[in-house]
């Protein structure tokens, strides 16, 4: 019969990317992670692990066997909250994924009240902008900003945010104020690197969309560091509003191209699709449909 310890801390190895992080991850020594492992490999008679000095990585056998796991656990984590959970309450953890402005910003001050409100729930929550695989990663759900959600998950939106053209008004001053789309290629422009487009920007227009490829003088993965480039004088951006909204309301940054539209995004909540949904997890999404009601930044 597998064992359960086993086939956690497998998990462990593989979403932390090591046997080191895995362990600290759970609070267990490095050779206790590689001894249930080893354990489980032989059990199996399978390699589920390349190992190497630099990285690991799964074996084709590993990565079906990942799969399944993956959904047990998440099961075993079902049944554990179904039962211990009494009155109405919800208990466990939830691993939650999300942007990294957008999760400092507008979801790092809700948490305080909704571990108020269910106060047998924990949180593990990542930040960071890449799109994560929430099955193969173990994530309970992901906020997503995009107008195309991975349409093998349940999607919920939650907001939308504009996308808008901007500098600083030393910028402008110095630079110039482009007009069209074209007029940007004379321009120094910090461009954000997980766009969907990359540096092919787009815009509605008088007489419709309009295209332009730009050559950013910055080009970074990080909203936040577009949004500081701006404000010290170095560029233009195309960023949510959500990100710039106080800034162009404070005059820090000023939109440009008025009679050019950039496009508008969803704010996404996205979940694999189960059959049994915890408490935990259907607490969290009213409560992030009732938290972006009236987002902040419209």
């Keep these: 019969?597998?064992?359960?310890?086993?086939?956690?801390?497998?998990?462990?190895?593989?979403?932390?990317?090591?046997?080191?992080?895995?362990?600290?991850?759970?609070?267990?020594?490095?050779?206790?992670?590689?001894?249930?492992?080893?354990?489980?490999?032989?059990?199996?008679?399978?390699?589920?692990?390349?190992?190497?000095?630099?990285?690991?990585?799964?074996?084709?056998?590993?990565?079906?066997?990942?799969?399944?796991?993956?959904?047990?656990?998440?099961?075993?984590?079902?049944?554990?909250?179904?039962?211990?959970?009494?009155?109405g309450h919800a208990v466990g953890m939830l691993r939650i994924n999300a942007p990294l402005s957008f999760g400092l910003l507008h979801l790092a001050p809700l948490w305080p009240r909704f571990l108020a409100e269910n106060p047998n729930v924990s949180l593990d929550i990542d930040l960071n902008d890449r799109i994560v695989d929430l099955v193969d990663e173990g994530y309970d759900l992901a906020i997503r900003i995009t107008n195309l959600p991975d349409s093998r998950l349940i999607s919920r939106q939650l907001a939308s945010t504009r996308m808008a053209l901007c500098a600083s008004p030393q910028y402008v001053k110095k630079h110039g104020r482009p007009k069209t789309p074209e007029d940007l290629a004379d321009h120094h422009i910090v461009s954000y690197s997980y766009l969907t487009s990359k540096d092919d920007w787009r815009f509605a227009g008088p007489h419709g969309e309009v295209r332009v490829r730009v050559n950013p003088r910055?080009?970074?993965?990080?909203?936040?560091?577009?949004?500081?480039?701006?404000?010290?004088?170095?560029?233009?951006?195309?960023?949510?509003?959500?990100?710039?909204?106080?800034?162009?309301?404070?005059?820090?940054?000023?939109?440009?191209?008025?009679?050019?539209?950039?496009?508008?995004?969803?704010?996404?909540?996205?979940?694999?699709?189960?059959?049994?949904m915890s408490l935990k997890m259907r607490r969290m999404l009213d409560f992030l449909v009732n938290a972006f009601e009236s987002p902040s930044w419209v």
């Design 218 to 276: 910055i080009r970074t993965n990080s909203g936040d560091t577009c949004r500081l480039a701006a404000l010290a004088h170095q560029g233009i951006i195309l960023q949510p509003d959500f990100l710039i909204g106080e800034d162009l309301k404070q005059g820090t940054l000023v939109e440009l191209m008025p009679g050019y539209d950039a496009f508008t995004l969803g704010i996404h909540v996205v979940y694999a699709s189960r059959k049994h």
């Design 1 to 87: 019969m597998l064992d359960l310890q086993q086939i956690n801390s497998f998990l462990a190895v593989v979403r932390h990317g090591s046997f080191v992080s895995a362990a600290e991850a759970t609070n267990l020594s490095k050779a206790a992670i590689s001894r249930h492992v080893a354990d489980l490999e032989a059990h199996l008679g399978l390699r589920l692990l390349h190992r190497t000095t630099r990285r690991l990585s799964l074996t084709e056998d590993g990565q079906r066997f990942h799969a399944r796991a993956v959904e047990l656990a998440a099961a075993l984590d079902e049944l554990e909250t179904e039962t211990v959970s009494h009155g």
